[in-house]
């Protein structure tokens, strides 16, 4: 079976998402021909969204030629940021910080720049709230928490 290319995969998705406030954040070609897509927006994603995606990729690629599943979701939350675009659309929101030298901050998203964010923790009576200045370069992962 012959795999299919990751890059026509990615022109193909930025081809069916052109014109639209949606990015790619990933795309995968595993083996045995399974494609996975992730999108992400900066109003979200909708099922609908996704959904036309995937046929526009799908009607790009032969069945007869190439058995192939194609998954095609929104980023998903728990997910690690992977670019700026997704950092400066989480500002006002929690994030959980794990930086390269193991050390972790939790705290709301004020700004997201292109080589560093800052981030400020929730004080407490004992412990007033800190901004934090973070490079780029000094994070491992940051994810979105949810707060209920």
Request: proline residues 1%; aromatic residues 6%.
């Amino acid at each position: 079976m012959k795999m299919i290319s990751k890059d026509a995969v990615t022109q193909w998705v930025l081809e069916a998402i052109q014109d639209t406030d949606l990015f790619i954040t990933e795309v995968k070609v595993k083996k045995g021909n399974v494609i996975y897509v992730f999108l992400d927006g900066d109003h979200g994603v909708s099922v609908d969204a996704c959904s036309k995606v995937s046929r526009y990729v799908e009607n790009k690629l032969d069945r007869t030629k190439d058995d192939f599943e194609l998954n095609v979701s929104s980023f998903g939350l728990g997910r690690p940021l992977l670019m700026f675009r997704q950092y400066r659309n989480a500002e006002g929101k929690m994030l959980a910080v794990k930086m390269k030298d193991q050390s972790k901050i939790k705290g709301v998203l004020l700004k997201a720049e292109e080589d560093n964010i800052q981030i400020e923790t929730i004080g407490t009576k004992k412990n007033p709230s800190i901004i934090h200045r973070i490079s780029m370069d000094e994070i491992e992962e940051a994810k979105i928490e949810v707060v209920f």
